[in-house]
């Protein structure tokens, strides 16, 4: 019997991964993409929605993309221009754009798509958690119709954006304050495993001789989101972050999971803001009930193959 396909909203910031993520679920059989919502996050909403909109329309996508929020709950937004470039989507080069924005804005259509499902949906945010939090204090009443959220950001060992914190979260420490503790099931897809999921010259050459416009778009934007990572860590490539959200959604044994309390360190500007506290051994576990499936390993062989499968699903 067809497996049920799960009902997701996309929200995130491309970005090279999130984009990558997009083409994921966008082609596979496994999701109905109910929308995209975009956020500021690697660049500027203006660009996070164009970068949007772009890869619709070169992918003939018929998939709706919200603008969402500008700024992060309480912080100045910060962008990620050294990592993803000035447009926030560097290397691809697009044709004129002539794909529209919905006019409802993002936060709203979360909050309308929820309120109206009659399943619950998934929600898989892969930039800073702002539209999700947003939604969450507008209309409380749409928790019950979170089937669960499985996100990309955050760590328990070292960050990227500062020695603490990882980006997304770094981005709006405030709204990932309100996910993490909205009660709903919470999967932290962190840095702890997308660091080993390196983007290899290799890697881009296997889903390059795919040859369709899909593998060529993934292998324009890796080969741009691989040399500016190497500049900066000196590594083989670029950490494929976001897929990994979908990925799971896919195939749960592409990840081991731990349960464990996460704590987001939020409302004051000390040097550890954004991070994600995780109690990876349950040392508060008599106090503190885990509240997130934080992902400790991934099977790096297992992800080449879901995305290879991911792109191949792609006609053209
Ligand atoms: O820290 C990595 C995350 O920040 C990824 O989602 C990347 O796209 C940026 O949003
Ligand atoms: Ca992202």
Redesign the pocket.
Known sequence: MEEKRIRIILD???????AVNFMLACGSPRFEVLGITTVA??QTLENTTRNALNLMQALELDVPVYRGCSQAMVREHIA?GD??GKSGMDGPVFEPLRRTIEAKHAVNFIIDTLMESEEPVTLVP???LTNVAMAIRMEPRILPKIEQIVL??GCYQLG??TPAA???IY?DPEAAHIVFTCGRPLTMIG?DV?RKCLCTPEVIERMEKIGNRASQIFADLMRFFSSTQKKIYGWAGG?L??PLTCAYLIDPSVLTVRRMYAEIDHGCYGPSYGRTNCDFFGRTAKSREANADVAVDVDVEKYWDIIEAGLRAYSR
């Not at 995130?12 to 999130?18: A, I, M, R, V």
């Open positions: 995130g910031d491309p970005g090279h991964d999130d996050g690697n990620a990592i993803h892969t930039g800073p990309m950001g990227n954006r990882e980006f997304n981005d840095l997308t950490p972050h976001d």
